[in-house]
């Protein structure tokens, strides 16, 4: 009965090579989130999507590509994988009204070699 | 400025001692503030939300101050098992934008 699901937990993959992790939610919320945390642990915001519609999209290279099939999912696939990618990546889901906090996931953990 | 600045700490204080976190925002379009917890190599949870009157759950205690721009959070009676990382949280914006702070280091000593 886990509330945010991602998948893989853990990744490690090669320079130049393509990847996805998924993130499902139950918790019948409308927006999803994508976070890239750091080696210096700062949790930075990627992508929101609000009903399979993107509203957010910060400074990402565009080889970060997300894709909301429905409102419950939100997967997000990485080309060309560079050694900076190396992070952890959080999906997050919540309700939009005021006071509502986001749940997350438990992270997938991506190491380039 | 950050839009959302926390001390990073860390904060090392004994068992049982009572410990105050600060964090600030710069937008002062911002609608509703939490107090999250992390662990290490976990994902951040919500310890609370942070509401206008102040509120308090058991050993933690967070205000609101809107015309300062900052929320606080108050730990009594501090636990070995509070040791973590407290993010300071800021929503604002159309679609609620979501600001995380970089945290503040806790670690209870025996």
């Known amino acids: 009965d886990t509330a945010v699901s991602q998948t893989p937990k853990y990744l490690v993959t090669q320079m130049g090579n393509d990847k996805s992790i998924k993130c499902e939610q139950n918790?019948?919320?409308?927006?999803m989130y994508w976070y890239k945390q750091d080696s210096k642990k700062f949790l930075k915001i990627m992508f929101s999507?609000?009903?399979?519609?993107?509203?957010i999209n910060e400074t990402v290279p565009n080889r970060f590509s997300p894709k909301s099939p429905d409102k419950a999912h939100l997967n997000l696939h990485i080309n060309s994988l560079e050694l900076g990618d190396s992070a952890v990546y959080f999906c997050?889901?919540?309700?939009?009204?005021?006071?509502?906090?986001?749940?997350f996931g438990d992270g997938t953990r991506l190491s380039i070699l | 400025r950050k839009e959302v600045e926390q001390d990073p700490g860390p904060f090392n204080v004994p068992e049982g001692a009572t410990v105050a976190f600060n964090c600030t925002y710069s937008?002062?379009?911002?609608?509703?503030f939490f107090w999250y917890r992390q662990d290490c190599r976990k994902e951040p949870k919500l310890l609370m939300s942070?509401?206008?009157s102040g509120n308090e759950d058991g050993r933690f205690t967070a205000q609101l101050n809107r015309a300062s721009q900052y929320i606080s959070l108050l730990i009594r009676d501090s636990k070995l098992s509070d040791s973590a990382t407290y993010l300071c949280?800021?929503?604002?914006?159309?679609?609620?934008?979501?600001?995380f702070g970089t945290g503040t280091k806790l670690q209870v000593i025996p």
């Open positions: 997050a889901s919540s309700q939009e009204q005021e006071y509502e906090p986001q749940h």
């Open positions: 918790l019948g919320h409308d927006t």
């Open positions: 999507y609000n009903n399979k519609e993107l509203i």
């Open positions: 937008n002062s379009a911002s609608q509703s």
């Open positions: 942070v509401y206008s």
């Open positions: 949280v800021v929503k604002a914006g159309g679609y609620q934008k979501v600001t």
